[in-house]
């Protein structure tokens, strides 16, 4: 490998992920928690985007593709249950999803 | 000159498509028009179409049975989209799984769906579009493909948990598992993202033959980790079981029962193909790793099961300690492909039966008893004897007592983890037994509950199974006591895998 990657780039993925996962576990708030798997996934994007352009393969570039369609998908619902959630209980951080435990 | 003929010009050679082999995607292309159909009947007929639905999706279950058992009859491996889809007998053997599991939910959910003022067409289309998400898992053979059918099982996934939308236990049930489903996801993408930079490709097979050459670098641990990490969530393997429990108790019981087997069964399935098609290689990373997450599992699951007073939650655990047992023939992976492998497969089939058949039992005892609680089915061999002796069945078969099904998968695993010779095999064939004693304890009290405990209420008025979940019962019960009767069923599928590719992999030069 390293055949031309530009270690800027995956350093830059490698710091985007461990942001998104440090705010998913410390952020309460969940819209906030999904922006944080946002920048996740994005960091995911930038990554195969540097090792693809690197490798002069397309086969990263498409991973990218479906990374995007399916992260809409993922917002879509997660919005949706947020709203449900938003419904019942105004103003529900991740501290007011706790019914269950045990 | 037309705009048209210009492009035609400016684009070179005319595009010619790929050839497709129908025969082998027909068990996908049936489930999706079913579910196509289903929106369609949904929509033009309304209420009217509502007690239709479960018969179409049950259906278009068995219909899609049909062309994986006329690709099983004819037997020979296809090979398409350039190896990132293979339909051989191993795929076959999960898809005939998945559909049958599928059928069994769909049986479960008829009643509880229909009674509980649901929203039945669209239920039933995200459940077959899930299945077909587990379908594809079985033949992919291809990072993307695997990522695509991740998320093609999970997405409809979160919306069935949340089914319940004005009750907040489902809201949190839902909201808890998107979360952590797409925690699991990204981690996983990202694991995935660093094999591709290493290996220059997504397809499983090349990653396999590269990961056996080149020996361990530390881009590559980490990717395989983040990869088996994100996988763990899905088959909910501790420590990333912590969403399992209260999923399934916010949920409705047949969509818990769908993620405990049908879901969690496509996590391993995920795993089968990334271990023992790509990761095999890196045998000094993946053995030890999956040995932790084994172990883990077994005891966590085991011990907190133990407190449990909510079958539902009891379940749950219970599930986490299968995962373990499903786990540990993974931890001689290397050593032994070929022997594990098939354990693998063995215990997953075993468990789809098993589980799906506890699960209906909870159900139809739920009818009358409108609890969770295990107490609340005190006695209830006095007024429902029948679905007594059945959950005795399923409960002992969890607990792998000869001679029902449960006890051919754990003889299996432990087979496997003993005949790979390894230190760790045998550590692992120890904490098999240990914890088999262990998960009877709480099985076993549940049916001394069902047996022999006074009725908390005194209510005796028998309990009104509905047909379709009478025959969920008898079919789950009649597979479970095949499997463990006839063992050698199963063995005939599973020793006619094709598995040439693994010594290759496991001992490369």
């Known amino acids: ?102 | 000159m037309t705009v048209l003929s210009v492009l035609a010009q400016l684009s070179g050679p005319p595009f010619e498509s790929l050839p497709i082999d129908w025969h082998a995607l027909a068990p996908e292309v049936v489930l999706l028009s079913v579910a196509v159909l289903i929106t369609l009947v949904d929509s033009i007929g309304l209420e009217r179409a509502r007690p239709l639905m479960p018969g179409l999706a049950g259906l278009g279950l068995l219909g899609a049975l049909i062309p994986v058992i006329t690709l099983a009859v004819e037997g020979s491996d296809r090979v398409l989209f350039g190896g990132a889809y293979v339909v051989d007998d191993l795929s076959l053997l999960l898809k005939a799984v998945f559909l049958l599991s599928g059928y069994v939910i769909v049986l479960l959910s008829t009643n509880y769906i229909a009674e509980g003022d649901y929203w039945e067409g669209e239920y039933y289309n995200l459940l077959l579009f899930s299945l077909l998400g587990m379908v594809v898992m079985a033949s992919a053979r291809d990072l993307i493909t695997i990522f695509v059918a991740l998320e093609l099982l999970s997405i409809p996934a979160y919306m069935l948990a949340a089914w319940r939308k004005g009750d907040r236990r489902s809201n949190e049930a839902g909201m808890k598992y998107l979360l952590m489903g797409v925690f699991a996801s990204a981690v996983m993408l990202y694991g995935m993202s660093l094999v591709y930079g290493v290996t220059g490709t997504t397809l499983l097979e090349p990653i396999g033959l590269i990961f056996a050459e080149v020996g361990t670098a530390s881009v590559i641990t980490l990717g395989v980790i983040f990869v088996i990490i994100g996988f763990s969530f899905k088959v909910s393997a501790v420590p990333f079981h912590t969403w399992a429990p209260d999923t399934y108790e916010g949920a409705p019981t047949p969509v818990a029962a769908f993620l405990a087997v049908a879901s969690k069964i496509a996590g391993f399935v995920a795993l089968i193909s990334l271990i023992y098609f790509g990761f095999l290689g890196q045998s000094d990373l993946i053995e030890p790793l999956l040995f932790i997450l084994a172990t883990l599992s077994m005891f966590v699951g085991n011990l907190i099961a133990l407190r449990q007073t909510n079958i539902i939650r009891m379940l749950a655990y219970s599930g986490v300690a299968q995962a373990g047992f499903m786990l540990a023939p993974f931890a001689v992976a290397a050593s032994d492909p070929e022997t594990s492998l098939k354990a693998v497969v063995t215990y997953l089939v075993i468990y789809a039966a098993m589980n799906l058949g506890a699960f209906a039992v909870v159900i139809a005892l739920a009818r009358k008893t409108r609890s969770g609680e295990i107490s609340s089915f005190g006695g209830a061999f006095q007024y429902a004897p029948a679905l007594t002796v059945a959950m005795s069945v399923f409960l002992f078969s969890l607990a792998g007592i000869p001679p029902l099904g449960g006890w051919f998968a754990k003889f299996s695993v432990f087979a496997a983890v003993v005949n790979a010779g390894t230190t760790a095999g045998y550590v692992m064939a120890v904490i098999v037994a240990v914890n088999s004693v262990i998960a009877l304890y709480y099985y076993a009290q549940v049916a001394k509950t069902m047996w022999m405990d006074p009725v908390p209420d005194g209510d005796m008025t028998p309990v009104g199974v509905p047909p379709s979940l009478g025959w969920a019962i008898v079919l789950t019960a009649a597979l479970t006591l095949l499997f463990g009767v006839l063992p050698g069923l199963l063995g005939d599928v599973t020793d006619s895998f094709d598995l040439g590719h693994l010594e290759l992999l496991a001992f490369p030069g």
């Open chain 1, 1 to 102: 490998m390293n055949g031309g990657v530009d270690a800027a780039y995956l350093v830059l993925g490698a710091v985007l992920f461990a942001i998104g996962a440090a705010g998913l576990l410390v952020r309460r708030n969940l819209l906030v928690m999904f922006m944080c798997v946002e920048l996740m996934l994005n960091a995911v994007n930038v990554t195969f985007v540097a090792f693809a352009s690197a490798l002069g393969d397309i086969g990263g570039q498409v991973a990218v593709f479906f990374v995007l369609v399916v992260a809409a998908s993922e917002v879509v619902v997660g919005l949706a249950l947020i709203v449900a959630i938003m419904r019942r209980k105004p103003g529900a951080t991740a501290d007011d999803i706790s019914l269950m435990k045990g």
